[in-house]
């Protein structure tokens, strides 16, 4: 879309979708799409590849709701028909035809994507090394004592809140 060529560095694992932007009825360009949270090995709520859709099915290895953040592993997976079933409500029983072919298909794809994966250093375990953070400016701590450190604008901490300036939910601090 931006022009911009990609990266010859690193594997670029994404298809360009922009003709769909223009014909919603373009078929899109991946054969199943890979859902992930977290990564593998990482947390036991944070297993990885959590489920798959390929075609109108979708097969879920890791659930969790909204009330819990505790992963649940399905063995065997739940797999659902997204057509019939948009909400995912219904699963599929493991016992029937549709099920083991659906899955048969699943699963020979989540062999070939495993297998194309390359290792990398997880990016958001760096997350606690300071020389890793997003910091527009490393000496606001001298500038705006106040305020926390890479404080970029002071006025942008700034948000009208039930009738009282705040910060961060903490009352504005008297900058004079």
Request: net charge negative; hydrophobic share 30%; proline share 9%.
């Amino acid at each position: 879309l931006a022009g911009v060529p990609l990266p010859k560095d690193r594997v670029i694992d994404g298809r360009d979708m922009s003709p769909i932007f223009s014909d919603p009825t373009t078929p899109s360009q991946h054969d199943c799409i890979y859902i992930y949270k977290g990564t593998p090995n990482m947390a036991k709520n944070q297993p990885g590849l959590w489920a798959i859709r390929c075609g109108p099915y979708k097969a879920h290895f890791v659930t969790s709701n909204h009330v819990s953040t505790t992963a649940v592993r399905h063995d065997p997976p739940l797999l659902y028909h997204l057509e019939r079933d948009a909400t995912e409500v219904y699963a599929i029983a493991s016992s029937l035809d549709e099920y083991k072919t659906a899955m048969a298909t699943i699963m020979a794809a989540k062999s070939k994507h495993e297998a194309s994966l390359t290792q990398v250093p997880n990016q958001m375990a760096m997350g606690e090394d300071p020389k890793h953070k997003l910091c527009c400016d490393w000496d606001s701590k001298k500038k705006y004592p106040k305020f926390q450190e890479c404080t970029c604008d002071p006025d942008n901490w700034s948000a009208w809140m039930c009738g009282r300036e705040t910060v961060n939910h903490y009352t504005k601090p008297d900058l004079d």
